[in-house]
């Protein structure tokens, strides 16, 4: 009898001991249950105009005066960092298979408007800095984003902002030029060498940052007077002078600006930053600027240390206008040649993969092109791919009639993924009444995503897509191979210490019954899931059937 009261007693104990350990699991934030690693090469990253995302704070829509009448499109909206956070709560980026979020800039913009001739344009793009230490209100505030990081990392969910360093923002009745020891007005690049499309300005009116300069620089007057007034300026100093004495960087612009973009990394602990307009500023700018960002991201993971998601360096993606992955690591002014990934870069904005997409014959075609050249000339680093963005106005897509094919061709890419909002959801890029990039730049259609049935068809075909893509390194990073052509299947394989991930996928196949060769990666008996029609089948003899009322196989290993 006390033989069996004692293994009742220890079966109890066992029993307690597996529901502690159950609830603390419950406990746990999403991103410690990934196993996986994660790899900025094979990311799906989300890209997003802040103001046109979602409003979820109507108080701040308004700041600063901005009240003029405006062109269409081309004033604030509401959009601020409430509205992404409330979407990553609500798991909006989690159904969809997003592991990182970049956003349009935050910082201060300048208050006055432009003039374009149609109506005022306000900076509600972001890229017309006034104040690079200070969040502009319109956006939201520290506390906003502090949470909203701290909320995507418990998703599993990376935060890249995106930084500006080439200019200033344009001058207005309301904004002052910056001192000419900072900044030039002129001339106005023409592009057809590297010295006219660095030393000058981008446009009329917008101020180019004397980034090539080591002169050492005051503070402008404009920006001591406005921290004074905030209250702020000894803190602002203090910590320039610290900056300043433990890099040895001379008092130049570009370093100023550098100090005050890796603030919010030691700040808030952002992945990665999106660098703009990076070609017209000196290859070497941004070797120092990801050094810093190194700096401050090591500083705050030892700061944060259960915080920390995982051991990858700063992730730094460049926007080299007119990049191409055919070009490998070189990119061609003319009369130069510069290689950005020798110069901190991780990845490039990929300009030739919506031309790749509408061009190249096949499905195949594709993927075995990038899948060659990341693994061999980039390996190592990556491309950020996309079908349509903020200021490309000849996307893959513009009438939004391929949304289907889109996603096939973005998702199941070798390379990075850039999902432009709106790019799931078949949200419309040709607005009538606006002029240039507004009709690109429209408002989320949230309403059609709840109530429109085609839009919500699309929808769960990028979900499914987006979440096997996320699921899955070999997708992204893997190494590609055809096994068959008619019908079109192919795997992707991806093998790295004692991480192995394998898939098989099957295109433009037949509605109904269907018989795929798998190849030799899954063995006999193997157990795979479909995971788009979310269907069971054994491997046998190499191959799988299969009955789905769906043109596309994702398999994968059951469980897995």
């Not at 700096?295 to 920390?308: C, G, M, Q, S």
């Amino acid at each position: 009898m006390k033989k069996y009261v004692t293994l009742i007693l220890l079966l109890t104990l066992f029993m307690g001991c597996a529901e502690l350990k159950q609830n603390k699991n419950a406990e746990m934030t999403d991103a410690t249950k990934f196993k996986k690693p994660f790899l900025w090469e094979a990311a799906n990253i989300y890209f997003l105009l802040t103001d046109r995302f979602y409003n979820a704070d109507p108080l701040n829509d308004i700041n600063f005066n901005r009240t003029k009448s405006t062109a269409k499109l081309r004033g604030f909206e509401g959009g601020d960092i409430k509205g992404i956070t409330k979407k990553i709560e609500e798991g909006y980026f989690t159904d969809l298979g997003i592991n990182a979020i970049w956003f349009t800039p935050i910082v201060e913009q300048i208050h006055g408007a432009v003039d374009e001739g149609t109506g005022a344009t306000y900076a509600f793009h972001g890229y017309w800095a006034k104040d690079w230490t200070a969040l502009d209100p319109n956006f939201g505030t520290m506390a906003d984003l502090k949470n909203m990081v701290e909320i995507a990392h418990k998703k599993g969910i990376r935060i890249v902002l995106d930084g500006v360093i080439n200019h200033t923002g344009p001058v207005t009745d309301v904004d002052e030029v910056w001192p000419t020891d900072w900044v030039r007005t002129g001339p106005q690049c023409d592009y057809q060498t590297y010295e006219s499309t660095t030393s000058c300005t981008l446009v009329k009116n917008l101020p180019d940052v004397k980034t090539e300069s080591n002169t050492i620089v005051e503070i402008p007057k404009q920006l001591v007077d406005k921290w004074k007034a905030e209250g702020r300026y000894d803190q602002e100093m203090k910590e320039l002078d610290d900056f300043f004495k433990r890099t040895g960087y001379p008092r130049a612009p570009k370093y100023y600006i550098i100090k005050w973009l890796t603030d919010y990394i030691t700040e808030f602990g952002i992945d990665g930053y999106r660098a703009d307009t990076v070609k017209h500023t000196e290859e070497s700018v941004w070797g120092d600027f990801k050094n810093e960002c190194n700096y401050a991201f090591k500083l705050w993971k030892e700061n944060n240390p259960t915080k920390v998601l995982d051991a990858n360096d700063f992730y730094l993606v460049g926007e080299v206008y007119n990049y191409s992955i055919s070009g490998g690591q070189i990119f061609d002014f003319g009369n130069k040649k510069v290689n950005y990934f020798q110069n901190g870069f991780n990845s490039l904005i990929n300009f030739e993969f919506k031309w790749n997409a509408a061009q190249l014959a096949s499905y195949e075609a594709l993927f075995s092109k990038y899948g060659t050249i990341l693994n061999n000339d980039l390996k190592g680093f990556g491309v950020l791919n996309y079908i349509s963005s903020h200021d490309d106005g000849d996307p893959f897509d513009k009438e939004r009639t391929k949304s289907f094919e889109s996603a096939i061709k973005l998702l199941l890419c070798p390379g990075t993924a850039q999902v432009y909002y709106g790019d799931e959801s078949a949200r419309s890029l040709i607005i009538e009444g606006t002029v240039g990039d507004a009709t690109l730049r429209s408002n989320m259609n949230w309403n059609d995503i709840e109530n429109n049935l085609q839009t919500k068809e699309i929808l769960a075909h990028w979900q499914k897509l987006g979440k096997f893509r996320t699921n899955h390194l070999a997708v992204g990073t893997g190494i590609h191979k055809m096994i068959s052509e008619q019908p079109y299947v192919f795997q992707r394989t991806y093998f790295k210490e004692n991480f192995k991930d394998a898939v098989v996928v099957g295109l433009d196949l037949k509605i109904g019954e269907k018989q795929l060769n798998v190849g030799a990666e899954f063995a006999e008996g193997t157990v795979l899931v479909d995971a788009y029609s979310n269907t069971e089948v054994v491997a046998k003899n190499g191959m799988v059937s299969l009955n789905t009322p769906f043109s596309i196989v994702l398999l994968e290993r059951k469980n897995q």
